[in-house]
């Protein structure tokens, strides 16, 4: 429910979803938010409840909690918990912990286990107009159902464990407008590449990024997936998409997601979440999808992008030192922390 102050003020998608889910202001820019879903991997979730544990607080909402094993265990065929070392204890810890505190596991050996932020959106645990937070960088993934996806590390982890919210800054809004025709062979993946080669991989620093334009909405959920995983290569957080007929129908019949009556109360409270005519943003980028190539990379910087027809740069041409290289990344990491 929008707040009677906001209702009649054009908002951003990210606007209403800060402000319904705001149980108070903190001052300075930060904000005490609920969290709707809570998920964890195999490395994450083992330190949260580790953590939690050992301050002596209990798990807060069970039943608002996930765990998939998904990043210590190997990727060989016939894979199991006993692979590797490393996977050997994590995830039989994870495993352990998640029974002791009653939280669904997509364990190695079900069909619908995967990437934790690909499970997310096919089992519908994550929906538009959520809040989801997981211990995995590429969180912002979710964000492509029109959710204020992000990710977080162990402290905040523990927090949303012990009681079901997190402490945020709230940050600003960047609109990113894709208009045109994509050429043939160019995917999300170009586009977003694309964008950040030319923005840079600091410029959604403290920006919650949303993909609009005619090219968004003609892409499959997968595809507006794809863009918001980026949004933290652009050092942004939050990467999200407007939900829309597209959106409902790829999340109705989830095995997580509402049904029957609920999911016709639902999809009538998610079309109210769109980002509204007039409302402003802190930021605004048009991007023509026709100037966009088939991308690659070639650094170790998201934004050493070139098209695939361009000229990757000469490394012995450079005049950058090694000394002047490790400055430049101090640098972009002390203004990303802020």
């Not at 979730?45 to 050992?54: A, L, N, Q, S």
């Not at 094993?69 to 918990?81: I, L, M, Y």
């Not at 990024?209 to 003609?218: D, I, K, N, P």
């Not at 129908?249 to 609920?262: M, V």
Request: charged content about 20%; overall charge negative.
């Amino acid at each position: 429910m929008m707040p009677k102050n906001l209702a009649s003020t054009p908002l951003t998608l990210f606007d209403k979803i800060w402000s319904n889910h705001l149980i108070r202001d903190l001052g300075d820019g930060y904000g005490l938010i609920h969290i709707d879903r809570l998920m964890m991997n195999d490395v994450s979730g083992v330190r949260g409840f580790v953590g939690i544990e050992g301050r002596g607080l209990q798990l807060r909402n069970p039943e608002l909690c996930a765990a998939v094993v998904d990043h210590t265990n190997s990727t060989e065929p016939g894979r199991d918990a006993n692979t590797t070392p490393q996977g050997r204890e994590h995830i039989h810890l994870i495993r352990d912990q998640t029974r002791r505190w009653g939280v669904q596991l997509y364990d190695l050996d079900q069909a619908d286990n995967g990437i934790v932020h690909v499970v997310a959106p096919e089992q519908g645990l994550v929906l538009p107009g959520m809040t989801f937070a997981c211990g995995d960088s590429h969180t912002c993934t979710n964000g492509g159902v029109g959710a204020m996806a992000w990710g977080i590390g162990t402290s905040d982890l523990e927090l949303g464990l012990a009681t079901q919210t997190a402490i945020l800054r709230r940050p600003g809004t960047m609109r990113i407008r894709v208009e045109g025709t994509l050429m043939p062979g160019v995917t999300a993946k170009d586009i977003i590449l694309y964008l950040i080669g030319k923005l840079g991989a600091n410029r959604g620093v403290d920006k919650a990024l949303e993909f609009t334009g005619s090219v968004v909405r003609a892409m499959a959920v997968e595809a507006r997936l794809t863009l918001c995983n980026m949004a933290i290569e652009m050092g942004s957080l939050i990467g999200m998409v407007g939900p829309d007929e597209t959106t409902y129908a790829y999340l109705h019949g989830r095995p997580a997601a509402p049904s029957g009556a609920a999911w016709d109360r639902a999809v009538t409270q998610w079309r109210s979440l769109p980002t509204d005519d007039c409302a402003a943003f802190d930021e605004d980028v048009a991007l023509d999808a026709s100037n966009v190539a088939p991308m690659v990379t070639w650094g170790n910087s998201s934004d050493s992008v070139v098209a695939v027809d361009g000229v990757v740069p000469d490394p012995s041409a450079t005049a950058d030192t090694a000394d002047t290289v490790r400055r430049r990344s101090m640098e972009s990491a002390l203004e990303y922390m802020g």
